[in-house]
């Protein structure tokens, strides 16, 4: 869980957080760049940059000194991601997040950006989950979906969620800080909050709304010239990063996407789940919230 009132010290916060908290409240939560995780992280990048030292001396000054394709892979690749974790971990020096009901603040040294829910458009992440959370209110309707992220074991930048306001702004977020998975739910709740009612109002409009190039109509999907109505949806699937849809009657995919490129992908994934054909155990929001 992310660092809360009572598990952070006020001595431990910089100037910027203890201002924005004398202004805005207590937040919900504080995330840090740093900790156990980066200290891990860092020894591991050590030791990877010197085993590459001492495997290229061997090889080349006591060894056959010869190169192929398996020496690169052995002699070179290791110190090049022990450079890569560590430029990483020092790019995301100093950096905190402050989480509170009606939004982010993400604070660097001399640096601070404002993230309110109602003003972010678009959520894009990276991640491994192939099964999205789902929360269900009392009377059966969808209240939260999210996408659990995992943390690489040693290549941190292949994972990472990215908030834009409609200004354009944006900002991205990696494991660099600690309690990434927390932090990474928390901002897709909080977003959802605020962009699923919204859809919901455009399609009982009548409006279509986009996810890219993918369009979410009153009838179905639109991607381009192609459609499909709700009813002929047979299978929405996140497997190893690409979303899938498939169409009845027939063996071929109507979507294979790379989920990466979807933007605000756990709304879709909701909208999907109430009218398309998955079908969800409803579970209430006080219960879940209960467990």
């Keep these: 869980m992310g660092l809360t009132d009572a598990d ?32 891990v992280k860092a020894i591991v990048g050590i030791l990877l940059i010197l085993y590459g030292v001492v ?40 950096l905190r997040v402050l989480v509170f009901p009606t939004g982010l603040l993400r604070l660097r040294p ?26 269900w209110g009392v009377n059966g309707q969808l ?22 306001r409609a200004d354009g702004t944006k900002t991205r977020f990696t494991p660099a800080v600690a309690d990434y998975t927390d932090l990474a739910e928390r901002v897709q709740r909080g977003t959802f909050s605020v962009l699923w009612p919204k859809l919901l109002a455009d399609l009982g409009r009548g409006k279509s709304v ?51 490129q979807v933007p605000n992908l756990h709304v879709l994934l909701g909208i999907l789940t109430v009218l398309g054909p998955k079908k969800v155990e409803e579970e209430p929001e006080e219960e879940a919230m209960a467990e």
């Design 8 to 39: 952070e010290q006020p001595d431990a916060l910089d100037e910027e957080v203890d201002l924005a908290t004398k202004e805005l409240g207590t937040p919900d939560a504080v995330f840090r760049a740093g900790g156990r995780w980066a200290r």
């Design 210 to 260: 986009a996810f890219g190039d993918l369009f979410v109509t009153p009838e179905g999907l639109r991607q381009g010239d192609r459609t499909l109505s709700w009813a002929e949806i047979k299978e929405v699937s996140l497997v190893h990063k690409i979303l899938t849809i498939k169409r009845k009657n027939t063996w071929r995919t109507w979507l294979v996407k790379d989920s990466s």
């Design 110 to 135: 001399d640096e601070v950006e404002s993230f309110p829910w109602e003003t972010i458009a678009v959520v894009r992440q990276k991640t491994d989950a192939n099964e999205p959370e789902y929360r």
């Design 143 to 164: 209240t939260a979906c999210w996408l659990p992220v995992s943390v690489p074991a040693v290549q941190v930048w292949n994972a990472w969620f990215e908030i834009e």
């Design 55 to 94: 495997a290229n001396y061997v090889w080349w000054v006591h060894g056959p000194a010869q190169f192929n394709h398996l020496q690169f892979h052995i002699l070179f690749w290791p110190p090049i991601i022990g450079t890569a974790l560590l430029w990483f971990l020092y790019r995301n020096r100093g």
